[in-house]
């Protein structure tokens, strides 16, 4: 599918059970709040307090048997209103949802540290959940580990207007696709798409922006009862905090941005970035594939072995051994299971495996590493991961592509970039045709601020550390931290990188800028 621009992995298990946790607001209220007439002069909100649950045993059966699962966490989750438009905060609200883990005994306890892991349309709940378990045991012992899903994604009223038909559909789709008819196609699904969520939504669906979605941050933490913030935010989650900082700068304690977003780049600009950075990746994952002792189930031209795939698969998509599947590989799942694998080199073995396996007649594999990047489920149904990546990235942007300026592109970008460019290319179209007000990013550069942290990691093939160097140097107080390494975000996967960001978020000790951790 090319109907998104950054999306990544997320983890639905928790999701299903926590809708009988949340009781999660109906988009219809969004919708009908939206319209309501703003008031010449806007009162400021009045932070509302949080509904707490005690969700324990909701969450410990999802847990059990992951590393950290031996740690002593509680678990809460809660609800909270803020307004659908800030412009009219007496009008219509929209219900938020998010989880808060605590450490049993904690000592000297700092405050929350909230944390958002991207996409956007990821859930910051579940993030809250895997961060108890895997962040250093320090940072735990200082802070309660918590997770807002913004608006319109997870469980904060999410966003839900893309069919799950709809969804097989894009994403089994050539993202190749040169030549004009197949590209008119996808204009036509991507169109389709955006006049269903309009129709569903109304003005309400340019409510659930990145602006918004800083200031809900506030009054969160507010109602959390934390003087400042504390934040951890990965790649989107970048944009949302560098957001709040350019509106709170005086309410930000420690502020660490990994895997940044480039703010200064167009959307082209940034699509092609990282459609060269997903060729690098690839690359590497190859030059890796090679080394091994055991030797490389690709072949010895890893490149060349997933060219042959796609035109094999192109001709006769290839079959799945896993029960109940009905689909079959296409070009499009293929190189969307490729792209989930190269988020982290760590799946890289996965990926190898399940390229191999497919190149023999069994897409299993290459299919769960697809699903795992589009939050498709076992039973076929999706999270709105997608949803709401679509509403918060067109919401954010005034930008706006010509299809005939797109199909030059892909022309270009194919014979550059040939396994992501016409992709990326693509997806250019997508917020042209999303029928829904915007309120564009602002430039960032949060003065007043204390010291925030940026971290880029030299390998990382959808946010290019070039963002992070920009970042840094847009924030008036930004302090840049390099790892060179490979893959999406950097803490905590290595120590160098740890301990700078331990000491920044307990002790406010700023690492030197232009800090360079090894791999």
Request: charged content about 20%.
């Amino acid at each position: 599918m090319t109907a998104h621009r950054r999306l990544a992995a997320t983890g639905g298990a928790f999701l299903a059970l926590a809708l009988t946790v949340a009781g999660c607001t109906s988009s219809d209220e969004g919708e009908t709040a939206a319209t309501s007439a703003a008031p010449e002069t806007p009162a400021a909100p009045e932070p509302q307090l949080i509904d707490w649950t005690d969700c324990d045993s909701q969450i410990d059966p999802i847990i059990a048997g992951r590393p950290g699962a031996e740690r002593d966490l509680v678990f809460s989750c809660g609800t909270t209103t803020v307004p659908v438009s800030y412009d009219d905060p007496e009008g219509g609200t929209l219900q938020l949802f998010l989880v808060r883990a605590s450490l049993a005994g904690q000592t000297y306890p700092i405050g929350s540290l909230m944390v958002n892991p991207g996409g956007p349309g990821q859930s910051a709940a579940d993030a809250a959940i895997q961060a108890a378990l895997t962040l250093p045991e320090a940072v735990v012992n200082q802070f309660d580990i918590v997770g807002l899903d913004p608006r319109g994604t997870g469980l904060s009223t999410p966003v839900e207007c893309i069919s799950d038909e709809q969804k097989d559909e894009l994403f089994a789709a050539d993202p190749r696709a040169t030549d004009a008819a197949a590209q008119d196609a996808l204009f036509s699904q991507v169109e389709e798409v955006a006049a269903g969520c309009a129709e569903e939504y109304q003005e309400a669906l340019g409510a659930f922006d990145t602006v918004d979605a800083a200031r809900d941050m506030d009054l969160v933490r507010q109602s959390l009862g934390d003087d400042q913030l504390n934040y951890l935010g990965y790649s989107y989650g970048t944009t949302l905090g560098s957001t709040y900082a350019e509106l709170f700068p005086e309410q930000v304690r420690a502020m660490v941005l990994d895997g940044a977003v480039d703010p200064d780049t167009t959307a082209q600009e940034a699509a092609e970035a990282r459609a060269q950075g997903f060729e690098a990746a690839y690359d590497a994952f190859a030059a890796n594939c090679l080394s091994l002792i055991s030797g490389c189930p690709l072949g010895p031209d890893p490149r060349a072995f997933l060219n042959d795939l796609l035109a094999q698969a192109a001709t006769t998509p290839i079959p799945s051994s896993r029960e109940g599947e009905t689909r079959q590989a296409t070009p499009g799942l293929i190189l969307g299971g490729v792209r989930s694998a190269l988020y982290q080199p760590s799946a890289w073995p996965q990926l190898a495996q399940s390229l191999a396996a497919a190149r023999n007649g069994d897409a299993a594999g290459i299919l769960t590493l697809a699903d795992t990047y589009t939050g498709r489920n076992d039973d076929g149904t999706y999270s709105n991961v997608v949803d709401a990546n679509l509403a918060v990235n067109c919401a954010d942007t005034d930008e706006e592509y010509a299809a005939t300026d797109v199909q030059a592109l892909v022309a270009d970008w194919n014979a550059r970039y040939p396994l992501f460019g016409a992709d990326a290319a693509l997806g250019l179209y997508t917020c042209s045709a999303w029928e829904a007000p915007r309120t564009p990013l602002p430039e960032r550069d949060a003065a007043g601020s204390p010291p925030i942290l940026v971290i880029g990691t030299q390998g990382d093939p959808v946010t290019p550390l070039a963002g992070a160097v920009d970042l840094a140097e847009d924030l008036e107080n930004g302090v840049l931290l390099t790892w060179e390494g490979n893959g999406h975000t950097a803490y905590p996967k290595t120590e160098c990188v740890t301990a700078a960001v331990n000491a920044y978020l307990i002790d406010l000790a700023v690492p030197q800028d232009g800090l360079t951790c090894p791999a």
